[in-house]
């Protein structure tokens, strides 16, 4: 096993990632893989002919739908799959951050709060304290979520955005905008069984 980083992504999401493993100061090699330079089957061969040169694999994506793929096929070539944290920001005692999360410089992230799977939590952003935010959401530049808040997933918070309360849970299409969707699943749906086998859990939506 190596401390080498290999990021797949692209554009200013990849950078950013680039810059958050660099200032972590534990990854020897760093490398992104573009998804956009290359064909899905072509990414996919050059990500498995890495596995033995890199240890650790994260996803960097704007797309929720992207970034889950993409680290599952990270775990299924014999990766880890990261957690990148800035070390200039804060993350206070009983708090759970699952693989995939991205967490850049002035984050405040308060006691007993979560984020899911391949969230990206951007500069000056606060998670007040006993918080839910479900995978693959996005918090931009600083965006608070208030204590007790529970997020769905798939969530993106706008720049200065502040989210109070139980998010309204009208809509989950995994990579769509449907305000007349409540967030379900049937564990039959293929998504969902490579979900449960890659991760070990079913999707949290909070």
């Known amino acids: ?34 998804n956009e330079e290359m064909d899905q089957n072509e990414l996919l061969r050059n990500i498995e002919s890495k596995a033995g040169e890199f240890s650790y694999g994260i996803a960097v994506s704007e797309s929720d739908v992207e ?4 680290d599952s096929q990270l775990l299924e070539f014999g990766f880890y799959v990261a957690k990148l944290i800035h070390p ?9 951050l699952q693989n ?4 850049d410089k002035a984050v405040v992230i308060q006691n007993g709060s979560s984020l899911g799977i391949g969230t990206l939590v951007f500069e000056g952003v ?12 996005v918090l931009k530049q600083n965006s608070i979520v ?17 989210f109070q309360g139980v998010d309204d849970i009208t809509r ?3 990579g769509e905008q449907n305000q007349n969707q409540c967030p379900s699943f049937d564990r039959g749906e ?8 890659d991760f070990g859990t079913t999707p949290s939506f909070f």
């Open 100 to 103: 995939g999360c991205v967490i």
């Open 146 to 162: 208030a204590p007790n808040s529970l997020l769905r997933m798939g969530r993106v918070l706008s720049e200065n955005q502040v």
């Open 1 to 34: 096993m190596n401390n080498n980083l290999l990021i797949v992504g692209s554009g200013e999401w990849a950078k950013q990632a680039e810059e958050i493993a660099k200032a972590m100061g534990c990854y020897e090699k760093i490398e992104i893989f573009s």
């Open 126 to 137: 606060v998670v007040g304290m006993n918080s839910a935010v479900g995978d693959v959401c």
């Open 190 to 197: 293929e998504w969902v069984k490579q979900y449960m086998k």
């Open 172 to 174: 989950f299409v995994m």
């Open 88 to 96: 200039e920001s804060v993350i206070m005692e009983n708090v759970s």
């Open 67 to 70: 970034r889950l793929f993409y």
